[in-house]
């Protein structure tokens, strides 16, 4: 079983031939390159896992050599974000990223990946092949080094790094100082050895060698490295930015003493002043723009937002100096989801220094599209979750199934465990975000006098709009339902589910097409959902065509009728409100078919003796327009309001009513569906009653789409068109998740 691990704690061990202790780097016997300096063995002592640069690393390059930072960064288990000027920025550069991973498989040629599932695919194979190797390299297409900037590279690096291990951001000015020291000889001491090596060659070949043919290889070797400069110290100028360049006094400058002092290095000086020059100015200009960049030390990696902003960039285009990027690193419990939105900002970023445009919102407003690439992460991740389990769950859901018991049979049966098709993958426990309480609460409508009293019709109209608009969930008292009729519904709901099993078990089935009235059993998308919840329900179709008492059973035949009356009246009359509450004609959402189609879901959750381990129902919207909910005394029912997940307090004689999608569909987010989802509880049973107003069998043959009246030339139509069969078939198809099903819908 695949679960995400917390962030192992890992130590550089030294290891292998050629170590010298401490440093935990080993050079490759095989291969001369300086790259295999960053050579180590990462182990948390129990899953060792070698992470080897080769000679992919670049032989030629371009100016960009983050990669000897970052290589050194993958050694010492940190990687450096760092503002910088200059560097890469070219338009081709940013086409792509230039991290692959290369996946050893014995007698298979090796294969190389890159792209969105790099992240998955680099954690999936550290974890499962202690062989794997992160390779860096260079891009084939444009044969350039880096991404698209030397944040996002390290970045890239980063997120690699941290699927298993804590990494720590900082910048070098954090660095410890014997690590800088030991990065800086490391380089040095490779230089030296390659320019040994290559001295060695031309000695071998007859050769020997000047001082001036010495200095001469000191450069070449250094070219290697960094091809346009020829000394340690612009060596490390070209490979770390300005970061490096201000720290060059920690340089040890042998390469550069050894060689006299030349044009070319007088010329590298000037260069430099003038660069830092510009890193200065780049610098107030950051300031400026007075946004919080982000400060990389509160990075926690955790659905955290980045906000990276590289100043620099294309030199001498003065229109394109700069790059904005927000990076959204979502951490999923089986993958990890990295969107970037990046723009060159070089006039964005001056016209926000002259006030005119906000390089924030203007990158802001694409984060829709991070929103429903997240829906997607999220759908894929859930089904990873099922995919990569380490036992067989379809054997499980089937051998469950064909009880045709349901949850309540399991408990009836005594277990004391909660089986595995019904466990939430950890980390991720709905039950373990016990909050401090939250200071909203849910709101209570009065209905009693809307009919006789237009003042407080209006006062209730208010009411629904502002709870439609914000919560998507209120609760009303004085509705006119007597309270006898919802306790005898309650009574014939448990009395269905409490009636002999072998009678019950013949109402057992998964054939929703209609072909019966009451479709009776355990989770209507087993076989789809993550996790098994713990209820069984039966549900039964009401409107339009009401049911033969015959077809329905008969420990509620009676009160169901009676009850869907009293039900459908109440949906009618709230829907008047909220057409009211739109603006709109009172028959506004009748004539659009809203309460045309009425089913009810009723639910048992029995008591669960590991309740922490699972849930009662996972969090959805509903699919309908409107639900109204009738629950008892046990509770467990919370909506998501504000990123925080509020109790649903049980109120006798109220019923719950919220938006379904459908109506926020109509509406064109006027109205919300919000998330709710049921707590398992210990105690219990707990018996739910859900009205769904929403024909799903029967078509109604009315197209639906964004009310016309609420549209306007500021507020376009959000969704297609669409027929309540259509959308319901799509939901169920998807089943219960905390993706909406309107995603699908969307323009
Ligand atoms: O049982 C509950 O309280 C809520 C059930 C629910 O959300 C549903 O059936 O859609
Ligand atoms: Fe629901």
């Given at each position: ?18 170590s010298?202790?401490g440093?935990?780097?080993r ?21 060792p ?6 000679n ?14 970052t290589?050194?960064?993958l ?7 760092t ?7 070219s338009r ?6 230039s ?33 794997a ?99 340690l ?30 044009k ?8 430099i ?6 890193v200065?100015?780049?610098?107030e ?16 990696f955790?659905e ?9 960039g ?47 919102d ?63 993958p ?37 009411e629904?709009k ?73 549900l ?18 009676d ?36 309460a ?37 005394h046990i ?39 919000s ?5 398992a ?9 859900a ?11 009315k ?7 609420l ?9 297609r ?19 909406s099903?309107?995603t699908?819908?969307?323009?």
């Open positions: 079983k695949r679960v995400r691990k917390e962030p192992r704690q890992i130590s550089v061990t030294s290891s292998g031939e050629g010298e202790g440093s935990g780097l050079k490759n016997p095989q291969s001369t390159s300086m790259l295999h300096v960053a050579e180590g063995t990462i182990s948390n002592t129990t899953e896992v070698v992470c080897q640069n080769t992919s690393f670049p032989k030629s390059g371009t100016t960009d050599h983050p990669c000897f930072l290589t050194l960064m050694v010492h288990l940190h990687a450096y974000v503002t910088t000027t200059g560097g890469s920025g081709e550069n940013t086409q792509r990223a991290l692959a991973i290369e996946e050893v498989v014995p007698n298979q040629p090796q294969r190389w990946r890159r792209g969105p599932n790099i992240n998955k695919k680099a954690s999936h194979i550290l974890e499962n092949q202690p062989d190797r992160i390779t860096l390299t260079r891009d084939t297409y444009t044969n350039k080094f880096i991404g698209d900037s030397t944040i996002s590279f390290a970045t890239e690096i980063g997120i690699v790094m941290q699927s298993f291990c804590q990494i720590i951001f900082h910048t070098w000015e954090k660095v410890a100082e014997e690590n800088k020291e030991e990065m800086i000889n490391r380089l040095r001491e490779n230089i030296l050895q390659l320019k040994e090596e290559e001295c060695a060659k031309s000695v071998l070949a007859g050769t020997s060698i000047t001082q001036e043919m010495e200095y001469g290889i000191e450069k070449k070797v250094i070219k290697t490295i960094c091809p346009k400069h020829k000394t110290l612009s060596g490390w100028e070209a490979s770390s930015g300005p970061v490096m360049r201000k720290n060059y006094i920690n340089l040890l400058p042998s390469a550069e003493t050894s060689q006299s002092a030349s070319d290095e007088e010329d590298m000086k000037s260069k002043v003038a660069l830092e020059e510009e200065r100015i780049n610098e200009k950051v300031k400026q723009i007075g946004k919080p960049l982000c400060n990389v030390n509160d990075l926690t955790r955290e937002l980045y906000v990276v902003f590289q100043s620099g294309n030199k001498g285009n003065t229109d394109d100096v700069s790059i904005a990027a927000f990076t959204f690193v979502f951490h999923l419990p089986h993958l990890t989801l990295r969107c970037s939105l990046q723009k060159n900002t070089g006039k964005m970023v001056a016209n926000k220094l002259t006030g005119k445009t906000d390089v924030v203007n990158l802001t407003e694409k984060t829709d599209a991070v929103d429903t690439l997240k829906e997607k992460a999220v759908a894929i991740d859930d089904n990873l979750s099922v995919c990569t389990l380490d036992y067989d769950r379809k054997a499980e859901l089937i051998a469950f199934d064909e009880t045709k018991s349901g949850v309540k049979g399991l408990v009836d049966a005594g277990i004391t465990e909660v089986p595995r098709i019904f466990r939430l950890s980390p991720e426990n709905p039950n373990s975000d016990q909050k401090s309480p939250p200071e909203h609460s849910l709101p209570v409508i009065n209905l009693e006098g809307i009919k006789e009293d237009q003042i407080r019709r209006k006062e209730v109209v208010k629904i502002e709870a439609l608009g914000s919560w998507g969930f209120f609760q009303m008292v004085n509705h006119g339902v007597p309270i006898s009729v919802m306790e005898e519904m309650k009574k014939g709901v448990l009395g269905f589910f409490e009636q002999d099993n072998e009678v019950k078990k013949q109402w057992y089935t998964r054939d929703s097409s209609g072909k019966t009235r009451v479709v009776y059993n355990s989770n209507f998308d087993l076989y789809s959902a993550p996790v098994t919840n713990w209820r069984d329900t039966f039964c179709t009401m409107y339009p065509n009401p049911p033969q008492p015959n077809e329905l059973p008969p420990q509620c035949r009160i169901l009728l009676e009850y869907s009356n009293h039900v459908m009246k109440l949906g009618r009359a709230v829907l008047e409100l909220m057409s009211e509450a739109l603006g709109l004609d009172s028959n506004y959402l009748l004539d659009l078919g809203c045309e189609g009425l089913s009810i879901g009723n639910h048992y959750y029995p008591p669960c003796p590991q309740s922490e381990l699972t849930i009662g129902t996972l969090e959805h919207a509903d699919a309908g327009f409107i639900t109204i909910l009738q629950q008892d509770g467990g029912l919370k909506v998501f309001y504000q990123n925080e997940w509020t109790d649903v307090p049980t109120i006798p004689g109220a019923f719950v009513v919220n938006a379904g999608d459908l109506l926020q569909l109509v509406t064109n987010d006027n109205f919300v569906s998330r709710h989802k049921v707590m509880n210990k105690v219990g049973p707990r018996i739910s009653m009205s769904f107003f929403i024909s799903y069998l029967t078509d109604t043959g197209v639906l789409g964004p009310i016309k009246e549209l306007s030339e500021d507020n376009p139509a959000k969704y068109e669409t027929t309540q069969k259509e959308f319901s078939s799509h939901y169920h198809q998807k089943g219960l998740t905390k993706i099903a309107l699908h819908f969307k323009i």
